[in-house]
């Protein structure tokens, strides 16, 4: 047995005939012939009146789940496949999606602001579909980062002030460092941290330099060493904490006695800078 062809094309007569056939109470409401020929509708093609007069017919008819032919250049009819149709009712434009008459799946629009004659905008949808999708960015808004991304001029704005209004992921911008033995750790917030190591000096009313400068110092804390053979300790003492520097007391301890002591430590401070 054969295999049946079949095709979307065909002529007035086969039209004609099948509407002929149709069942008395359908009236032809299954199909609509237009007078249309789809070839005179090209990209910057101009839009005469008679097209907008016929787009609102084949609209009425698609609203109505009619099936639309139009004619190609050839004076055949095809079936248009009229997909997702709308038409202003002013026709200030008009859009759809449809098959053109070499079966090519196309997005048509226009503007023939009400009655003005406009322009046709015929883009093949499998050629293009990015040319349809609306976006706000432009070519020059493309950066030669690696990631290609799409910048505007606004959110460039914005990411250049990242450097003082956010902290980056390695607090280069929200703290400075001092890394050394006697060092610091100070925060755009006023946030100060140091620390040290001292060894030498008397064993009374010690002075000892802080890196930069409080200007209220919280909290100071000393390391202390222990010897377990005959349970002696060295401890150290503040005196009095100033804006640059700070006093101490160290002393050697065990079973029997206290003394002075010059045993080095290290030691811990944090305050506020502003």
């Known amino acids: 047995m054969a295999e049946e062809t079949k095709t979307l094309r065909h002529t007035a007569e086969e039209i004609d005939d099948a ?7 359908g009236n032809a409401a299954g199909i609509y012939k237009s007078s249309l020929s789809f070839s005179s509708i090209v990209n910057d093609g101009n839009v005469p009146q008679d097209h907008l007069t016929e787009i609102n ?4 008819a ?6 639309v032919y139009v004619l190609d250049e050839k004076g055949g009819y095809y079936n248009l496949g ?20 070499d079966g090519v799946l196309c ?13 046709w905008s015929v ?8 040319a349809l999708i609306q976006h706000t960015h432009k070519a020059s808004d493309v950066t030669e980062e690696t990631n290609k991304r799409f910048v505007t001029d606004e959110e460039k704005d914005e990411l250049s002030t990242l450097s003082t209004t956010y902290a980056k992921a390695d607090l280069s911008n929200a703290m400075t460092v001092s890394l050394n033995q006697n060092g610091y750790a100070k925060f755009n917030n006023g946030l100060l941290i140091q620390w040290g190591y001292f060894s030498t000096g008397a064993s009374n009313n010690q ?5 930069i400068s409080f200007k209220s110092c919280f909290s100071l804390a000393f390391s202390s060493s222990t010897d377990n053979t005959d349970n002696s300790i060295w401890s150290v003492n503040y005196a009095a904490i100033y804006a640059s520097y700070f006093t101490v007391y160290r002393r050697y301890a065990n079973a029997g006695s206290v003394s002075p002591s010059s045993q080095s430590f290290r030691w811990i401070a944090i305050g506020s800078w502003k």
Not at 19 to 25: F, H, R, T, V
Not at 57 to 60: D, E, K, L, P
Not at 62 to 67: D, L, T, Y
Not at 108 to 117: A, I, K, Q
């Open 19 to 25: 509407i002929d056939k149709l069942p008395s109470n």
């Open 57 to 60: 017919s084949i609209y009425a």
């Open 62 to 67: 698609w609203k109505s789940g009619r099936m």
């Open 82 to 101: 009229v997909l997702n149709m709308q038409l202003a009712e002013d026709n200030s434009k008009c859009s759809f999606v449809a098959l053109d008459q």
């Open 107 to 119: 997005y048509y629009s226009c503007n023939p602001s009400s009655g003005v004659t406009g322009k």
């Open 123 to 130: 883009t093949p949808i499998g050629k293009d579909l990015f």
């Open 207 to 211: 002075s000892v330099n802080f890196p």
